[in-house]
Every structure is written in structure tokens, then in C-alpha cells.
């Protein structure tokens, strides 16, 4: 049970820092798609894929204190940070979790914004679909995030780059 806590203090060791809630879900999400053994189940939400089970994981290790959530106020919002804490090495000890090798798909992931992210993985969330009907659905589920095709087809490009970038590190 608390390998899956291990897994995500792990991932924030290897991105040194995620900025926002929705980013992190995104980024776990999209790993979960690249194959990584993260078992966090989610369901399609307003801003795409969403985890309850992972927003009450990050809770928890808030409170035991291995993850440092600080809370800012940016233009009107709230924005949270999140970074493994001092602690949280003597608790990764206790698991044989080996992140490091998709270091690079961690920092690509963590590289880009929650805009974009969102877009990849709510592509991804209806990946049993053709690419017509992916779009489709994109433009209507997304319809207030105003997406054009480019961006669709980036999103469609980045998934390719980084499928490919975790066969390289698998």
C-alpha cells in the first residue's frame, strides 16, 4: 500500500518540483498511459483525467511529511508546489523503487504546462478511439479550452516523442 505513496514521493524526487495540482495529476496520468506501474484509478473530470485516490495519496504524504505543498497566490488563484521533503529519503529507503531511469520522461513531462498536459492526456484517456474520433471528442469535451488542430496534432506528436523516449529509458 504504501509503495504507491513511495511511487510519487519518487517522481517528485526526480522532477525537483511540479507547480500546480492539475499538473501533477496530468503527469502521473500520463506516465500511467507510458506504462509506468502507477495504480492510481482515474475518471474523466472538467479538467480531463482525475484522481481522487491521487489527490487524497498527496494529502497524506503532505501530512506525514514527505511531500512540501506550499500554497501561493498567483493573479487572483491559488497555485501549489509541490517537492519531496528531507524526510522523505529515509521513507524511499524503506521501498525498491527505481524512478531514476525515466528521469528524462519525468523532466520532458514536467517541462511543458497544465494547458498542455491536459490536452495530452485527455487524448490519451480516449486512446481506444480512432485519431478522427479523438479529435472529435477533444472539440467537444474541450470545447472552452478553445484547442485548434495544431494543437491537437502537437499533442498527438508529443505522445509519439514520448512513447519513444520511454523505450529508450525502459
Not at 22 to 29: P, R, S, V
Not at 56 to 63: P, S, T
Request: proline share 2%.
Amino acid at each position: 500500500m504504501l509503495e504507491d505513496h513511495a511511487k510519487i514521493v519518487s517522481l517528485l524526487e526526480q522532477a525537483g518540483e511540479v507547480v500546480g495540482r492539475k499538473k501533477l495529476q496530468k503527469i502521473i496520468y500520463i506516465l500511467k498511459k507510458c506504462d509506468i506501474p502507477f495504480q492510481e484509478k482515474y475518471h474523466f473530470h472538467f479538467f480531463g483525467p482525475y484522481s481522487e485516490e491521487l489527490s487524497l495519496r498527496i494529502e497524506e504524504l503532505c501530512n506525514l511529511g514527505f511531500v512540501n505543498e506550499v500554497k501561493e497566490t498567483k493573479g487572483g488563484y491559488y497555485q501549489y508546489r509541490y517537492t519531496s521533503t528531507e524526510t522523505s529519503k529515509e521513507f524511499l529507503s524503506h521501498f525498491d523503487i527505481h524512478m531514476e531511469t525515466i528521469e528524462p520522461l519525468i523532466q520532458e513531462l514536467n517541462n511543458q504546462n497544465s494547458k498542455f498536459l491536459e490536452l495530452v492526456s485527455t487524448i490519451l484517456y480516449f486512446d481506444d478511439l480512432s485519431h478522427e474520433e479523438i479529435i472529435e471528442k477533444v472539440q467537444v469535451v474541450k470545447k472552452k479550452q478553445n484547442y485548434s488542430l495544431d494543437d491537437i496534432e502537437e499533442a498527438f506528436s508529443f505522445i509519439t516523442s514520448i512513447k519513444r523516449l520511454n523505450t529508450k529509458v525502459s
